[in-house]
């Protein structure tokens, strides 16, 4: 997952102005723009366009991504709105081999002339680099599906929600926090539309309308005496939904130490509950280093799942292709053949998809043209398999991709990206309550924190939102300053109870980084609350002076 | 062509501005042109051509403004962007932050554009990649890399007389070498404004070297330890607390806020030696020379001697605390000192040297703590020798503590952050009591 961008250099602008500049929001709209959409018949005559013209300069086989990608962002802090910002990036794509070489081009010049000169710089840049040498670029078959489409199953589209409802339900959540003694609080909607057209020489002519949605908010309590300052994160989710997941909804609640979400999120609610929080954070105890059982919340563990399993078992890190930005694997090919590589213990059954209805992974055909299948990364503790795309999936012995590529924006180049990749909830009915019960000495751990781990994903070290000490089976208290340290394998073989469907939720990353020039991703990974046994946990305080 | 010369862009902004009707009304103009190639296994993976050219429009009555865009040139679509800009305005909430547009200003010329590096061609970039390549096969190694260069420009004009332009290129190479058994990695990144100051090849000879005498690495005890560390090492840890914001620090929510209330200004909060300022005007790493906002750039020392010299001040926020406004930094100097690498090596009885930083997160933004992994290329020290290669160890530390441990500094030199891509002029710098926490098998 990338870091949040607090980097600030006034060269590179924080005026809505500059707003252009950040490739992830695209160039600011009028919010009724984003209500319109672009003819399916007039895309299709410029794909043509493309697919003729790379063709015909010597293409062996080209796609075209026609992209208009909306973001909206309602940014809000304490009585105030910030910014309320409608972007669009509108523009072409174009992936040509080569002589068994890729190139690719991207222009927001989207004109017949315009799609065929994207389309024959990408073949330049292919003949190019042909010249270098290397292996052939080997594509699996796919069959052309026609002329299909596909759309989120959302029930309120969020776009089409007046801004000011979005502004006054942040502003009341605000009033909120303020309310309960809060200094500071920051809250935000973000909603995203993904208008993606995709054609191929295969005979693939897919319409997509992809959307997603994240409420988030952060609360800061200051003790200014003591010059310190606490800050709690919502404990929302990003989804594949539309506005209807801000409908919040009782039987979507999971009761317990704090509330926690399902399908529906309650931001009302989960302020109360933060301003609570972030007071006593400060007057935490501060954690006594050493081993400890961990009983982590899905609203926790999607992040460990994401950067310990998912990371390393993407096939373009385990073969070398990512050794120069995200890194390599600590998993290999002749751990995958060898068939009894132990991942994890038992309870640890690990699936893959982009099907998950309300995942952020979810979409009818990948950026290649593929429909997502699911499939089973890790089976009772023992890798079983990778992620692979269209030209990798030969390496691994398979006939057809597994359909996990993507590309961020129609300017960027589509490559293996993780689908949902998530932990499967236990057989045997237990509920969180009873797992808290056979806990000795531990730690219940809600929400993400910080979060590190190295290039081959041996080694990581997470924090949280929320530490709860739990002593002879009970929830004593809350703790601070708390991170677990701990090598991946000996981890997943800590793994010693999975509580059952009942507690299965999803969590996920709205901005997974990986590639050169980096692109972001949206995936989502699941599961139930999980126990841990016997993990090094330290003490992070330190003091300036 | 999306890169638009200074008097284009001047003349396409005057006929946007001629459309307003709002009491205030801020353009900017953006284009931008490069292109990639991105190699792994001693082969090009994917590459790439892009370019792009924007209009954005700021209309504001009162204290409600209104932003709208556009990609399309002509007479009928500029004037529609600016009724649109208009009529979001109407519809927007008020912004009691609101400042009005500054009028006319004067700006230097920046440094910041190279015309080599704005012809580079896809040819260009593949022989720059083949001669990396090239160095790679030889060491019997192989390669994954990126180049990538990139020209903009960017222009703003406001209704009060406000008209900024800069134009600036920037070429970017980085790539990491392993042996075919997986016990070596090294790496080098270079980032210039000038691609013939870029040498792909004796770069990747660097990483070359750091791969191969990296392989055999020993297991030692985590704990604190002298460390040198190379420029790459350096910058990356550093990056973190360039924003020197004064606004989060007197809401008491930054490592410069002072305990009972307000910024640490004018406090020593570092080591004697530090000092980290901004100047445009380097020739080595030149920069922007007016702020997002319109007000011009100059040099600023944010650590003097180690002391809180300056804190940045937003328009909004300078009027608020009754000071004068001060942009953040638009680059990132740190003086060095006499020693050599060598020399600090020599100098350390027991030591670590880190070629690289890697998965640098923040654990606790109330003293910037960091945690993070060393990373191609660890080597141990003793009696004043790099004795053998080590295993890569976790460390948790903070820059600032970093800071007011500083043994000696080296020749400062332009070096990329690996994670923002961002180029610094940093020295190389030996520390003592840095913090390593745990071990990791990573190659």
Known sequence: MKRRNFIYLSGVGASALMLSNLPSYGTPIDPLQSLETVDVRIKKELADVALNTAKSKGASYADIRIGRYLNQAVITRETRVLNVANAESFGVGVRVLVNGCWGFAASNVVTKDGVAKTAERAVAVAKANAKIGGAPVQLAPQKGYGEVSWKTPIEKNAFEVPIKEKVDLLLAANGVALAGGANFVNSTILAINEQKYFASTDGSYIDQDIHRLYPNFSVTKIDAAKGAFETRAALSSPVGMGYEYLTPTASEKMQGVVTRYRNRYDMMEDMKNATKNAAEKVNAKTVEPGKYDLVLDPSHLWLTIHESVAHPTELDRVLGYEANYAGTSFLNLDKLKSGNFKFGSPNMNIVADKNQKGSLGAVGYDDEGVKPKEWQIVKDGTLVNFQAIRDQAHMIGLNESQGCCYAQTWADVQFQRMPNVSLQPGKTPLSVDDMIKKVDKGIYIVGNGSFSIDQQRYNFQFGGQLFYEIKGGKIVGMLNDVAYQATNQEFWNSLAAVCDERDYRLGGAFNDGKGQPSQSNAVSHGSSTALFKGVNVINTKRRIG | ?443
């Not at chain 2, 001629?18 to 994917?46: F, H, Q």
């Not at chain 2, 990491?176 to 990695?185: D, F, I, L, P």
């Not at chain 2, 080296?410 to 891509?421: M, N």
Request: hydrophobic residues 35%.
């Open chain 2, 1 to 443: 062509m999306p890169i638009l010369s200074k008097e284009e862009a001047q003349a396409l902004l005057k006929k946007v501005l001629s459309y307003s009707k709002a009491d205030e009304c801020e353009i900017g103009l953006s284009g931008n042109e490069g292109g990639n190639i991105r190699t792994a296994l001693n082969a090009v993976s994917t590459a790439g051509d892009i370019s792009t050219l924007g209009l954005a429009v700021s209309s504001t009555f009162g204290k409600k403004t209104g932003t709208a865009t556009i990609n399309e040139f002509d007479d009928a679509s500029l004037e529609k962007v600016v009724r649109r800009s208009e009529e979001l305005a109407q519809l927007a909430p008020e912004n009691p932050e609101h400042m009005p547009p500054l009028g006319p200003q004067t700006f230097a010329e920046s440094n910041t554009y190279n015309e080599k590096t704005a012809a580079m061609t896809p040819e260009s970039r593949a022989d720059m990649v083949a001669a990396s390549l090239k160095a790679s096969k030889d060491a019997g190694l192989d390669a994954a890399g990126f180049l990538e260069n990139t020209t903009s420009f960017y222009a703003t004009m406001n209704n009060k007389g406000l008209f900024a332009y800069n134009k600036s290129t920037d070429v970017t190479f980085s790539v990491t070498t392993r042996n075919k058994a997986g016990t070596g990695s090294g790496y080098a990144a270079r980032g210039f404004t000038d691609v013939s100051k870029l040498d792909t090849l004796a770069a990747t000879k660097i990483a070359a070297q750091k791969a191969n005498g990296s392989v055999g690495a020993r297991a030692i005890e985590p704990g604190k330890y002298t460390v040198i560390l190379e420029p790459t090492a350096a910058v990356y840890m550093m990056e973190n607390m360039f924003r020197f914001d004064a606004r989060s620090a007197d809401e008491g929510r930054s490592y410069l806020s002072k305990r009972g209330g307000g910024t640490r200004l004018g406090e020593k909060l570092m080591d004697d030696k530090v000092n980290i300022y901004s100047d445009p005007f380097n020739a080595e790493l030149p920069a922007n020379t007016w702020s997002g906002d319109g007000l011009p750039l100059e040099k600023t020392y944010w650590i003097q001697n180690g002391v809180v010299k300056n804190l940045s001040y937003s328009r909004y926020w300078a009027e608020k605390k009754g000071v004068k406004p001060l942009p953040g930094p638009s680059n990132i100097i740190m003086d060095g000192g006499a020693s050599s690498l060598e020399e600090m090596i020599k100098s350390t009885e027991r030591g670590i040297l880190v070629s690289r930083l890697w998965y640098i997160r923040m654990v606790d933004p109330q003293v910037l703590a960091l945690t993070g992994l060393t990373r191609d290329g660890t080597f141990y020290i003793e009696n004043g020798k790099i004795k053998f290669p080590i295993k890569n160890m976790r460390f948790n530390e903070s820059p600032v503590i970093m800071l007011n441990n500083v043994e000696a500094l080296g020749k400062p030199e332009r070096a990329i952050s690996v994670e923002s891509y961002r180029s610094y002029m940093i020295p190389p710098m030996k520390i003592r009591d840095f913090t390593f926490s745990s071990l990791s098998d990573a190659v």
